[in-house]
């Protein structure tokens, strides 16, 4: 063996004189090989101070045991939504204990989409988590057909097949509409997710059922869409204040659109809760940071990617069949309601 090289699998074979895959078999404790194989490899090993690796135990099992975490947003955003980062908490946590690698890949254009071909079709890993999933997205049905085991956070639509992890999105905005409702708040406007995804549509029919429920007419004038960012909720409640001064509480789909929401209430010398109450959807660490403390909707958002992660790693190492969970919410109530 040249210099200080790490000895391969390669270098173990010929130094036993069997093939690759007769040692992948010894490393992986297979019984197809012959004793005298198995002691010339077994020796070679010793000999060279071998290390098996995830490549040597993939010849036969098929595994590269690595699974892409597909999230097709920028960086910017990947590191100032908490969403994320609690997403990959949990998804990295529950795959340690599996000995499984995460590779993160952001997809923001054609070429790291076609990155992301490249290694499902080269098998570099042996599923994808994939995070942020809109109607019309093409990745799901991709993934789908190159028979890659995929499992969603969210889901495209109520029909989806894919196996996916979900937060109760219309039970929890039910819920937050309902508190608000119960406080005496009459004029409830909400700042929607992109209605492009589920996530987004079923906050919004949450909302709408709630004032259903206690035969209060929706109003559709007070409904502004965001994309989840502070600055979308902030142009959200402007827009809102202008159509509808006479508004008394908001329901904001996610943490940081109320975060912004909040801030332009304060630009209109609005008090919070006393003039206009507002609720947000996910219970991140914001929410108890804000002035005056966000009431929101708890999502188990750790869960969800410990769950993700179980869920993928049934599929590839024990064949499950396709799940298809949802998480409940909780409404937690702070000052701002």
Do not use: C
Not at 89 to 98: H, I, K, P
Not at 249 to 261: E, H, I, K, P, R
């Amino acid at each position: 063996m040249a210099g200080n090289r790490r000895p391969t699998i390669k270098t173990v074979a010929a130094r036993a004189g069997v093939g690759r895959t007769t040692v992948s078999r010894v490393v992986n404790g297979s019984d197809l090989v012959s004793a005298d194989a198995r002691s010339r490899v077994l020796a070679a090993i010793k000999e060279l101070n071998y290390v098996p690796n995830s490549v040597a135990r993939g010849l036969v099992t098929n595994r590269t045991d690595a699974v892409a975490l597909v999230i097709p947003e920028s960086e910017s955003r990947l590191g100032s939504e908490p969403f994320f980062a609690a997403l990959i908490r949990g998804v990295s946590g529950a795959l340690a204990e599996t000995r499984t690698q995460l590779q993160l890949m952001l997809v923001r254009d054609q070429a790291e989409r076609d990155q992301l071909t490249e290694s499902v079709a080269t098998r570099r890993v042996d599923g994808v988590l994939l995070v942020s999933v809109h109607s019309e997205d093409r990745l799901p049905g991709m993934l789908e057909e190159m028979g890659l085991p995929t499992v969603l956070a969210g889901r495209r639509d109520a029909g989806e097949q894919l196996s996916y992890v979900n937060s109760d999105n219309a039970g929890g905005a039910a819920e937050a509409v309902r508190h608000l409702l119960g406080s005496g708040r009459t004029r409830i406007a909400t700042i929607t997710g992109p209605q492009d995804m589920d996530v987004g549509r079923s906050r919004l029919a949450g909302w709408r059922a709630a004032h259903e429920e206690a035969g209060v007419p929706a109003d559709e004038l007070l409904v502004e869409t965001g994309d989840f960012t502070e600055e979308s909720g902030s142009r959200a409640m402007r827009l809102l204040l202008e159509r509808a001064p006479d508004l008394d509480a908001v329901f904001a789909a996610s943490d940081l659109m109320a975060v912004g929401a909040l801030a332009e209430l304060r630009r209109h010398k609005r008090q919070v809760p006393g003039d206009v109450a507002v609720v947000g959807f996910e219970d991140s660490v914001l929410a108890r940071h804000t002035d005056p403390p966000l009431t929101t909707v708890r999502q188990p958002v750790e869960e969800l990617g410990r769950t993700m992660a179980r869920i993928l790693t049934d599929i590839t190492r024990h064949g499950a069949p396709r799940q298809q969970l949802t998480l409940p919410t909780e409404l937690v109530v702070r000052e701002s309601s």
